[in-house]
């Protein structure tokens, strides 16, 4: 039986477009287990985080209109190496 998770002692960026709220159901989850939650709108705010403020997760939408998804990876790991980063897509299928 799977652990039930308590209390989220960590930071999540959400990275989506502007008024995009396809993904807020997840965001209030983690919110209410305790995670600090802040929110990017493009590649460009994303980086000025990363470099001002300890995040640990990253969860990006990868249908974003306006980042591409390995130039992301690539610049968020060179600016926080420990940042662990999320892709999700409503369109995705395996």
Known sequence: ???KVRNLNTTIL??????DTKWERFHSY???K?????FACS???TYDILRKRPVNIM???YDHSEIKAGILLK???KISPHVELIFL???ASM
């Open 75 to 77: 610049k968020s790991k």
């Open 59 to 61: 969860i990006a939408d």
């Open 89 to 91: 897509s409503e369109k």
């Open 14 to 19: 959400f990275i989506s477009e502007r008024g």
């Open 34 to 38: 305790g995670a600090i939650t802040i």
């Open 43 to 45: 590649s460009r705010e």
């Open 1 to 3: 039986m799977p652990k």
């Open 30 to 32: 983690l919110k209410r």
